[in-house]
């Protein structure tokens, strides 16, 4: 039987570090995917490669993280039901998110292939490498349907409390990508289309593995009725799932605007970049997994009533969550150099000036790590607390900082403003989502007490 989670008793603080280290191992597994293929590329086919595969990459988060917002907004409701013990209500959440994730394929991969090649031109993507990015992106669109798959399969397994499976499915996926990385670029010599195919063919079995976990869980044994289509759910799970899309989105345009004034600086600084913001991405992801672990522990405690517990289980997550961040933070800062050289296999001076690039990025990224952790802490909280408009709003000012740092600072400060605009944008958001957060958990405590206090005199 497929393991699930309570987290509406017990040690809060034990319940989200046991949730937590799952996710995490395989948070930092699942960015081996892109870790491996830049790394690969990069060393394989040369500064090049890596350039054209940087190009693509807020490309494809554009449309892979709409679909892992819609995905999570999902997982809210799932969580509440669950938490509230309505297992009919909780098996009618699971069938809807289903349909609603069929029609996304459709829509997501439609849109994703059609628009690539027209929004590599539109962002200027070095003519070196258009044709290299197009044929890389293009394998990734082709594998959506597999990506919707297992974020939806993964999520529904964590809003229960099971970060395992998810776990053992990206580890399996990872080493099965790195063999094929190695076989279809090094040994094939397929370039960039090979690494693409060997991440989505990976994928393709982390969804698979998941899925036999979410079939083997007994109170989500499936009836006729199950699959009858219900607008008011339909409705509830877009009105949690669409918002988060959307801050993906804004989100994603505000780094669409980042790429297009890194294609301006030329394919040395693109390659840099690229080889940064990966190795930020694993820096990122203790902060993701403490954020979906108190996001799940926020859902299932909303939806008991135990609003109390939420709070102290925001702050239990933060304490731990920045301790993180400044262990992390110190650790790449001293061999950050060294750690980017990893990715780059080319002329040593053209290996001198991309680490010399990558690394002053790196060391602010580091420096403000802790803000981004917070973050994810604060956003995932109000998201499992059914409130989604704020956490769409943060990702506006996202949007608006990236912009407007990365567009206006540039001009005065050259590349020094690429580097300052993802700091910006955390820093931006993390004010109005800790405010939200204190307003939200200020009005609902008290009711609560109140509620307490009378049960208690009868």
Known sequence: MARVTDMTTGK???LLVAFALPMLF??????????????????????TGLSAVGSAGWLDWFFLGNIMGLMQGFMVLIAQRFGAEDLRGLRKAVAMSVLLAGAAIVVFTAAALISARPLLELLKTPAKTIGMSHSYIRVIFIGIPVIVAYNLFASILRALGNSRTPLVAIIVASLLNIGLDVLFVLVFEWGVVGAAAATVTAQFFSAVLCLAAVLKIPVLKMERRDWKIDWHVLGRLLKLGLPLMFNSVVISLGGLAVQYTVNGFGPVFVASITAAQRVGGLMEQAGVSFGT???????????????????LGVRKAIMISLAIAWIIGGAVIAFGRSIVRLFVDDEPEVVAEVVDMAYPYLVIMCCCLWVLYALFVYRTT?????????????????????????????????????????????????????????????????????????????
């Not at 948070?27 to 690969?40: A, G, P």
């Not at 672990?293 to 709070?311: C, L, M, P, V």
């Not at 944008?425 to 609902?444: N, Q, S």
């Open 293 to 311: 672990a108190i996001g799940t522990f926020a859902g299932q405690n909303f939806g008991a009533g135990k609003f109390d517990r939420i709070r």
């Open 26 to 47: 395989g948070n930092v597994f699942q960015q081996m995917y892109s870790l491996v293929d830049t790394l690969i590329v990069g060393r394989g086919v040369g500064v």
């Open 12 to 14: 809060p603080a034990k």
């Open 382 to 458: 109000l998201q499992g607390m059914g409130d989604a408009m704020i956490p769409f709003l943060s990702g506006i000012v996202e949007l608006v900082m990236r912009i407007v740092i990365v567009l206006g600072f540039t001009r005065m400060l050259g590349e020094f403003g690429v580097y300052i605009a993802e700091v910006a944008a955390w820093i931006g958001a993390a004010i109005l989502l800790i405010i939200a957060y204190h307003v939200r958990i200020g009005k609902l405590c008290p009711r609560n007490a109140a509620q307490n206090r009378r049960q208690s005199a009868v």
